[in-house]
Each structure stands twice: as structure tokens, then as C-alpha cells.
């Protein structure tokens, strides 16, 4: 035993590193067993190995690294899940629950300081500032349940960073208001005018440039680099160098951390690999050991020996708590939002960590006369505790917010499934450099909250070479498999063998039950001068459920617009509403806006569906009389445009003779553009082959009538 002791605390790197991903491993299993957040369990374990508990570990060099990324990890997720069409709408909410989060718990603690616990004016107005603030510690138990897009969260989120810039900016005036550089004279009235005009520029640049500059490199570098190590470095790189910027104006460098994934938030979809990456190492590795560094700084011994940190301690945490639980009840009354709500909104707010410390240690360099520091020990310590009691505070309101609101979600969804949803995406691959593509477009498109897997085809021609393409759509099937994973979506795969590929999809469609099909476009025209290609047609004509072509020019994520060309009298087709919920997720996941060109008629009902079921989609409308019109749009899409054609079969409600000219229009006028072509669901049901003297079974690209008159304009 003391062989033990004399070795205590380690102080070994390596062996460091090894105990504390064994409290990583082991925290959850434990807290599991006793119904108790994970969250809780890293902090705690802090508190046990720490040199106030039994002195384990030596809080060396990497907690203060990896914990400082932790929080940046936190609050960089916070911005990047944020939904900016949402935080838009919104802005009247989150600016008022960001001032009652700000205001009541910093004058509840204020009053509270100077009346009872006797401080000055600078030490109560420091304490008050500390609890105006937050960290959104109970973040990850929000990502675990899903609800980053819940509007509670992001009501809380989008508050939780405007508090924090407030409470920022006044501790910035309290530190201008001493005496510089440990001098006895302080600031006249002129310097701390120059102080905040100095402030307000420089925070003026670093917005201006971050809003400038980082969405510029993220389309260079994204567009041009697909590697995920290369991708997951450049977001990394950003987040770091903003936080940097951010701290060199004044502010914490967690302020930076969150407005640059703000700004990168369209650029990294919710369901992309890069976010699945950026999540998983977090989640797995900085954010704990930032939550175990947290709970190493607490000496609950304190407590214990002297009653009066005790008394600071419950007055502290009791008003900060009280003051934001006080803003949260009240604002989600105000907004009319369920309890549940209010529950969440509580519970995100209400938790003091690092940024809490950071503060505090600003207080204690201030000095209030010579050798005498605004913040003394008791206050500090009062400080340190408070943070375990919050964090314990927010996490058990968090979780049991998360699971009210999940029920209630499971519990509508349950009843959206009763009415029936078939949806089955079937992904029809040839060309590996195109079929990421497909996937990522697929996993935009899909219902996540439906949780249902996608299927892979690829059909191969039944001759000489069968064997060969066989091997070769094994592998493309098993790297599609690959990327799937880290969606963390499952998919089935088949290869398949055919005469004919049309009748090979449509024969794997059926069996599998799939609802629509999504492929690439036909791009080699050595092997075949037709637009569609040589079954493509084939397809369309034998298959009455929604086809999706799509052509893609650059990454999906780097779109800033989608335009769509609807024929008139679209909306009375069986799958209108299938093709526009498909166009809606797309836009909403890629945070881009997207415009609708067709009827007036059509378009009302288009703005219907939009605002009744997503009401965070930017949509706009753009009247377009008749199909003619469309060689027209070619001069308002750009390369990072998608243009996207609803178009229809012969002998449907929405067919035109306008239709026959789309592949000529398409090659003539949209060629190197993002491109998208939608088969909608028609006629209701699959038609079924059969022969008929009256339909034929065939439908060549082009009729005798447009040959003529080509060479007739020749």
C-alpha cells in the first residue's frame, strides 16, 4: 500500500492517458446501472481521481489541451447542428429568452452577493456575470436522444451563445475598469471610451472576416478534396483559428468556436460522413476528458471544513439556478411552448463549467488595492463548487426532458406510420465515381425518423463479360457498404445478372418492396449518343413509380440553391407530394434555398404543403407561365445551383408535347449544371407488364416528326 502511495498521483503520460479512457469506458457502464447520466459520471470520476479526491492523477498538461478542445467540441456542435432557417424566424425568441437567461440569474446573484454575502459592487456584478453565463455541458445528452433540431434546443443554444457574448462583453468593461498593468491609477473616462470603441471594432472585424473568409475556403476546399482525414483536418483547422481570433479580441476563444460552425453549418449536412466523424471523435474522446478535467478542479473537502464556503456555495448555485430555471418557465409560458419544453430549456441553460473558471480567474487577477484581488478564496472556491452542483442540476433535467420529449415525438410518429408510409429508396449503381454521390443524395432524401435501410442494385449484362462485372459491382457494393456505415444507416446489396438492365431494376424493385428509384444519369455518350441512354426510357415507361436522375457537377454540399421547373397541372399526379417532401428534406438538410418555377395554381399548393409540414425550408416562388420558358432559367443557375425538372410520361395529367424537347433543351442550355430529373409517381399504382393492342410497349426518344424537322432546319 504505501508502494502505491509513494507512486500517487501518476504522472506519467501514457499511464494517464490509459486511466482516464478507462473512465471513459467504464463511467457509462456504471452510471448506467444507477440511472444516472453519463455526464455525471465523468465529472464525478474527476472529483474521485483528482488531487482533492484520492490523488490518482496529476492534472498534467493534456487536460488542460484536450479539455480546452472539449469545449471548443461543444460549442462547435452546438453551432454546427444549429438550424439557421430556424434561429432566422425565430430572432424575436432568441433574443428575448437570451436577455432573461442573461439578466435575471446575473441580478438575482448580484443582490444576493451584496446584501447577504456582504461583497463589493466589482465582486457581486463578476459573480453576476459567472451566472449570466452558461455552459451547454448537457449538450451531448441532447445528441445521444437526436433532438438537435428540437426547437426547444436551438432555442436554448442560439440563447446560451447570446447570453455568453453579454456576459463576455460586461466582464470585458469590469476588467477595463481596474488600474493597468498592476499600476495604482485607473482608467480615466476617456480611456475606457477608447477601451470600447477598440472592443467594438475589433469584434466588428472578426465578424466581418469570419462571414467573409471561412465560407469562402470551405467551397475551394471542399469542392476540390473528398479525402475525410483531409476534410475532417480543414474543419478543425477553422474551428482553431477562429477561437484564436476570438480570443485575441477580447473574447473566449469558445465564442469563435461556435460562430464558425455557425458558418460552416450549411456546408456539413446533419447526415454527411464529415459530421458522423466530427460527432463520433468528440463524443468518444475530447468532450469526456474536457468533462473529467472539469471534475479534477472541484475539493468538495471544502465543503466540509468550512461552513462558510458551504453557505456560498448553496447561495450561489441556489439564485444562479433559480434565476435561469425562472427565465426558462417564464419564456416557454410566453412562447406557449409544453412543459417539456420548459424542461429542456432549463436544463441546457443552467449548467456553469469552464467558462465559469475562466471568469473567475479573470476576477483574480484584477487587483482592488495592493495585494488585495477582487475574488478571494472563499468566493472561489464557492465558484469551483457551484460547477458541480449545476452540472448535476443540468443533467438530470436535460435527460429527463430528452425523454419526455422523445416519447411525445415516438408517439406522433407512431400515428404517421399508421396512415402509411411505404417509403424504400432503391440505389441503382454502375460508376464508382459517381455512386458516393447517389448515397449521400439518397441519405439527404430519406426519412431518418423512420429508421429504414436503403438498398444497393447493380445489374450486370448476362454475356461473356458477366463474370467480370460481377467482381466488379461486388466491390462498388461493398464501398458503398463501407460509406453506409458511417452514416450509420444499414442497406442491403445486390448484383444482379440481366439481358435487359431496365428489366433487371424493375424486377429488383418489386422484390424488395421500394417505393422510388434514384440513379445517375447517362454521361457516356461514346457508347450511346441518345440523352437517356440505352434503357433509361425503358425504365421510365415500364415503371410508374418515382425515378430520380441526377447528374452532379460538384459536392452536394457545397449548393447554395436548388431550382426546380414543375409543369403545369403537376399537382394532380399521385406522386406530387412524394417528389416535393424528397426536395424539401434535400434543401433542409443542405440549408440551402430552393425555388419553385411553374403555374400559379401549382405553386400555391406547393407553399401549402411547404408551410404546413416544413416551416424551416427557405422557399421561394417564381411564376412561370408556360413550358416554353424554360431555356430561360439557364441564365440564373450557377455551378453551385442544382437544377432540378419535374417532368411527366406520355398519356399522364401533366404530359405536354413541350416534354419531347427536354432532352435537346437539357443538353443545349443546361450542359456542365448541376442536374436533377424526377419520374413522379403515376397512375397510383406499379402498371404491371402486359401485352395490349391498344399500348405500346415501347417509346422510342424521339419521334419521325422531330427528325424531320431537324433537317428541315438544317
Request: hydrophobic letters at 50%; glycine letters at 6%.
Amino acid at each position: 500500500m504505501k508502494t502505491m502511495l509513494t507512486i500517487l498521483p501518476i504522472s506519467d503520460p501514457t499511464l494517464i492517458f490509459f486511466v482516464v479512457l478507462l473512465i471513459i469506458l467504464f463511467a457509462p457502464i456504471v452510471m448506467s446501472k444507477l440511472r444516472i447520466p453519463h455526464i455525471i459520471g465523468m465529472v464525478l470520476a474527476g472529483v474521485l481521481i483528482g488531487k482533492y479526491g484520492l490523488n490518482v492523477l496529476e492534472r498534467d498538461q493534456s487536460f488542460e489541451i484536450f479539455g480546452r478542445v472539449g469545449l471548443y467540441y461543444i460549442m462547435f456542435l452546438a453551432g454546427l447542428e444549429m438550424d439557421m432557417e430556424s434561429l432566422k424566424k425565430n430572432s424575436r425568441r432568441f433574443l428575448t429568452f437570451g436577455l432573461l437567461t442573461c439578466y435575471v440569474p446575473l441580478l438575482l446573484t448580484f443582490f444576493m452577493a451584496r446584501w447577504i454575502l456582504g461583497y463589493s459592487v466589482a465582486a457581486s456584478f463578476l459573480l453576476g456575470c459567472i451566472m449570466a453565463s452558461n455552459t451547454l455541458i448537457a449538450y451531448p445528452i441532447v445528441s445521444r436522444y437526436g433532438l438537435q433540431r428540437n426547437p426547444s434546443v436551438q432555442l436554448s443554444v442560439g440563447s446560451s451563445m447570446f447570453s455568453l457574448l453579454l456576459s463576455l462583453v460586461m466582464l470585458a468593461g469590469l476588467a477595463a475598469a481596474f488600474p493597468m498593468n498592476g499600476g495604482s491609477v485607473p482608467h480615466g473616462v476617456w480611456a475606457n471610451i477608447l477601451f470600447w470603441l477598440i472592443f467594438l471594432a475589433k469584434l466588428a472585424v472578426f465578424m466581418t472576416a469570419s462571414v467573409f473568409f471561412i465560407p469562402k475556403l470551405a467551397r475551394y476546399f471542399l469542392r476540390r478534396y473528398s479525402d475525410a482525414v483531409m476534410q475532417y483536418i480543414f474543419v478543425m483547422s477553422i474551428m482553431f483559428l477562429s477561437a484564436v481570433f476570438s480570443s485575441a479580441i477580447g473574447l473566449e476563444g469558445i465564442f469563435g468556436a461556435f460562430i464558425s460552425g455557425l458558418i460552416l453549418n450549411r456546408y456539413i449536412p446533419s447526415v454527411s460522413p464529415l459530421m458522423n466523424r466530427i460527432e463520433f471523435i468528440g463524443n468518444a474522446l475530447f468532450i469526456p476528458y474536457f468533462l473529467i478535467g472539469v471534475g479534477m478542479l472541484i475539493n468538495v473537502r471544502t465543503v466540509f471544513s468550512d461552513i462558510n464556503v458551504f453557505w456560498v456555495v448553496l447561495l450561489i448555485a441556489f439564485f444562479g439556478t433559480f434565476g435561469k430555471a425562472v427565465a426558462a418557465y417564464s419564456s416557454s409560458i410566453f412562447f406557449r411552448l409544453a412543459k417539456r419544453d420548459g424542461n429542456m430549456m432549463f436544463g441546457l441553460t443552467s449548467a456553469h463549467a469552464a467558462g465559469a473558471i475562466a471568469m473567475v480567474m479573470v476576477g483574480m487577477k484584477l487587483e482592488v488595492s495592493p495585494g488585495v484581488f477582487l475574488v478571494n478564496d472563499d468566493m472561489l472556491n464557492g465558484v469551483v463548487l457551484m460547477i458541480l452542483v449545476t452540472c448535476v442540476i443540468s443533467t438530470m433535467v436535460t435527460d429527463h426532458a430528452s425523454r419526455q420529449i422523445v416519447l411525445h415525438e415516438r408517439t406522433h410518429l407512431v400515428a404517421e406510420e399508421d396512415k402509411g408510409d411505404d417509403e424504400k429508396i432503391l440505389l441503382c449503381v454502375k460508376y464508382p465515381e459517381i455512386a458516393p454521390q447517389l448515397l449521400s443524395l439518397s441519405m439527404l432524401m430519406r426519412n431518418a425518423k423512420l429508421n429504414r435501410g436503403l438498398v444497393a442494385l447493380n445489374v450486370v449484362y448476362d454475356d461473356e463479360q458477366s463474370a467480370t462485372g460481377r467482381q466488379q459491382g461486388i466491390r462498388l457494393l461493398e464501398q458503398l457498404q463501407q460509406r453506409a456505415s458511417a452514416y450509420d444507416v444499414r442497406i442491403q446489396t445486390q448484383v444482379r445478372l440481366a439481358t435487359n438492365i431496365a428489366n433487371g431494376i424493375k424486377h429488383a424493385f418489386r422484390e424488395f418492396g421500394c417505393s422510388e428509384v434514384v440513379m445517375g444519369m447517362h454521361v457516356h455518350t461514346e457508347v450511346n449518343p441518345k440523352f437517356w441512354g440505352g434503357f433509361i426510357q425503358s425504365l421510365y415507361n415500364g415503371l410508374n413509380r418515382q425515378i430520380i436522375l441526377t447528374r452532379f457537377v460538384q459536392p452536394l454540399n457545397t449548393l447554395r440553391r436548388i431550382q426546380v421547373a414543375v409543369p403545369s397541372r403537376a399537382e394532380y399526379e399521385p406522386g406530387f407530394r412524394r417528389w416535393l417532401e424528397r426536395l424539401c428534406r434535400m434543401a433542409y438538410q443542405l440549408d440551402c434555398r430552393i425555388q419553385f418555377h411553374g403555374r400559379k395554381e401549382t405553386l400555391v399548393l406547393i407553399e401549402k404543403f411547404i408551410n404546413n409540414h416544413h416551416q424551416s425550408v427557405r422557399a421561394e416562388y417564381t411564376n412561370m407561365e408556360h413550358w416554353n420558358e424554360l431555356p430561360q432559367l439557364a441564365a440564373n443557375i450557377s455551378e453551385d445551383h442544382m437544377f432540378v425538372v419535374v417532368t411527366a410520361r406520355k398519356g399522364t395529367i401533366s404530359y405536354k408535347n413541350a416534354l419531347e424537347r427536354l432532352p435537346d433543351e437539357l443538353q443545349q442550355h443546361f450542359s456542365g449544371k448541376n442536374l436533377m430529373i424526377i419520374f413522379p409517381d403515376q397512375f397510383g399504382v406499379q402498371k404491371e407488364e402486359r401485352m395490349s393492342f391498344t399500348e405500346a410497349q415501347h417509346h422510342e426518344e424521339s419521334s419521325i416528326y422531330d427528325w424531320l424537322v431537324r433537317k428541315i432546319g438544317k
